[in-house]
């Protein structure tokens, strides 16, 4: 089959085997998926994320510099059932599912593993229990995005925000706006946000935003207490940059949360003492709870998210390494599908 492959940290077009379902697994045709910032973050600094799922202590470490087929945001059709499989939800069906499959005895991140090919490929293996079926309706583009919102809803959760709180959500891309439609489902009234790219102030209004600010014109921390006044801070670390934490340390008022969903794969630092003096609380989040992906496809389908907007571009699999590139370009997209049979 075809895919777009990981490989010398470069990606290329390629054939690779035909995947095989194992025992409780089904073979899936890829219909969407989108690219990631952690694919990039994959592409580029791979040493450092085997690096840090070792120091984690991690139950999945990837070989990310073996061949990888990169892509953990997908909706795909079910076109076989593997051994010791219930098929539930018949051939044909439309499914998501949260990118992890069992085999044997070990755990393999799909999309991030060298065994099995994730979502940049014509077709993927899956774990039948992982899968949830798209509901009628819901466009196969919108229900790829499940996975990418769900980190935002689970962020928020994580967060603990209260209808009293005045959220601060720093970068408005992906995640920062999957953080911002999560804020508006659990209810918040007013949510600022703050970004250099005039696109991705425009889409976190989309989202749910009620004030946006451009850093280069206002500290967004500024724009915030002009909103919430003498609120407790909740401020959404979303861009994953280093410094920014010890700047939003520095920025933020007495007892403020942080939580830290952007992903920076580089050694960074602050000063402790900003945190001790303030009382800070710093939070760090990592994907989502089956809940919560369940919840999140059950929001897009209701329209309680509309993703439409976020969707900037579909490529076909020669594409994909041209797309990794033009990401890096917030003013011209948002959200890059990958659609192998285009």
Known sequence: MRAAVMRDKRIVADTVADPVPGSGE????????????????????????????????????????????????????????????????????????????FRGARLQAVGYSDQVPGGYAERMVLSEPMLLEVPNGLATEH????????????????????????????????????????????GAEKIV????????????????????VDPRERPAIDAWREVAGAKTALIFECVGVPGLIGSLMREAPPQARIVVAGVCMEID???????INKELNLQFVLGYTPDEFARTLRALAEGEIDVAPMITGRTDIDGVAAAFE??????????ILVEPWR
């Open 26 to 101: 089904v073979l899936v045709k890829t219909l969407a998926c989108g690219i990631c910032g952690s694919d990039l973050h994959a592409l580029h600094h791979a040493e450092e994320m085997i690096a840090a799922a070792q120091d984690s202590g991690a139950p999945f470490v990837p070989n990310l510099l073996a061949d990888v087929v990169l892509g953990h945001e997908y909706c795909a059709e079910i076109l076989e059932f593997g051994p010791n499989t219930t098929r539930r939800i018949p051939a044909g069906r439309r499914v998501v599912s949260i990118p992890i499959l």
């Open 326 to 335: 033009t990401l890096g370009r917030p003013e011209e997209h948002a959200k």
């Open 269 to 275: 630092s602050f000063r402790p003492m900003l945190g």
């Open 143 to 186: 229900a790829a995005t499940t996975e990418p919102m769900a980190v935002g809803v689970h962020a928020v959760a994580r967060s603990q925000v209260t209808a009293r709180d005045v959220p601060l959500v720093v970068g408005c891309g992906p995640v920062g706006l999957a953080v911002i439609a999560g804020l508006r489902l659990q």
């Open 193 to 212: 946000a703050a970004d250099y790219s005039q696109r991705r102030r425009s889409l976190a209004t989309h989202f749910g935003a009620t004030t946006v």
